[in-house]
């Protein structure tokens, strides 16, 4: 792998680590707004999207173990996994503050 493509892998991963901590982040506030509020049914909801934090944490572990043609599909799936975990917060944000 060239030095390029190592620094442009890199800086993937580092992207990734950053947006999933600012994910794990929000679910512990959102985790403590909850269980303040003794929502049951959105405490079951964090507790979800904290399997699915965890999930991509390990997809990124296997990104930066792994190498040429498997890390750009590796990187897409991340993305995909990230938005959608992004997502899924905004919208247990809303409904909490809704509440």
Same mark, same amino acid.
Do not use: W, Y
């Given at each position: 792998?060239?030095?390029? /493509?190592?620094?442009?892998?890199? /800086?993937?991963? #580092?992207?990734?680590?950053?947006?999933?901590?600012?994910?794990?982040?929000?679910?512990?506030?959102?985790?403590?707004?909850?269980?303040?509020?003794?929502?049951?049914? #959105?405490?079951?909801?964090? /507790?979800?999207?904290?399997?699915?934090?965890? #999930?991509?944490?390990?997809?990124?572990?296997?990104?930066?173990?792994?190498?040429?043609? %498997?890390?750009? %599909?590796?990187?897409?799936?991340?993305?995909?996994?990230?938005?959608?975990?992004?997502?899924?917060?905004?919208?247990? #944000?809303?409904?909490?503050?809704?509440?």
């Amino acid at each position: 792998m060239s030095v390029e /493509a190592k620094t442009t892998q890199q /800086a993937a991963q #580092e992207k990734f680590e950053s947006q999933v901590k600012t994910a794990e982040m929000k679910l512990n506030t959102l985790k403590a707004k909850a269980e303040a509020a003794k929502a049951s049914i #959105e405490v079951k909801a964090i /507790a979800d999207l904290t399997a699915q934090k965890t #999930e991509i944490q390990q997809k990124l572990q296997e990104l930066k173990k792994s190498g040429g043609e %498997h890390a750009e %599909h590796a990187k897409a799936n991340l993305d995909a996994r990230i938005a959608a975990l992004e997502k899924s917060l905004r919208d247990l #944000e809303s409904k909490l503050k809704a509440s």
